[in-house]
């Protein structure tokens, strides 16, 4: 979705659970073989710092897929992101989300 806004500029740019890279993520499962294992990076830090989109970041506290440092790293790396941290939240039970992503629609 990051280098989807940067080819394409949009309004705004919502972001549910992101990770910095894949080979980050690909780290937190199988280690520091992760960059021999994983050919694409996604490397969404890398980018993030380039998009003019306002961006809104949701990150569950309990993801258990990807870890909530990754949300708050993307944020900090980012100009003017908007993080919001979901407590208790977890990857694929996310109470609210819709409710939130609309609210953040509504409230660019």
Not at 30 to 48: C, Q, S
Request: with cysteine; net charge neutral.
């Amino acid at each position: 979705a990051v280098e989807l806004a940067l080819r394409h500029p949009c309004e705004q740019l919502i972001l549910v659970s992101p990770y910095t890279s894949m080979t980050d993520l690909g780290r937190t499962l199988v280690g520091p073989l992760a960059p021999l294992l994983v050919p694409d990076r996604y490397d969404n830090l890398a980018k993030i710092a380039r998009l003019r989109t306002p961006v809104v970041i949701l990150h569950g506290t309990r993801d258990e897929v990807i870890p909530v440092r990754m949300g708050r790293e993307l944020a900090a790396a980012g100009k003017g992101v908007r993080f919001i941290e979901v407590p208790e939240a977890m990857h694929n039970e996310f109470p609210g989300l819709e409710e939130l992503v609309l609210g953040v629609i509504g409230g660019r």
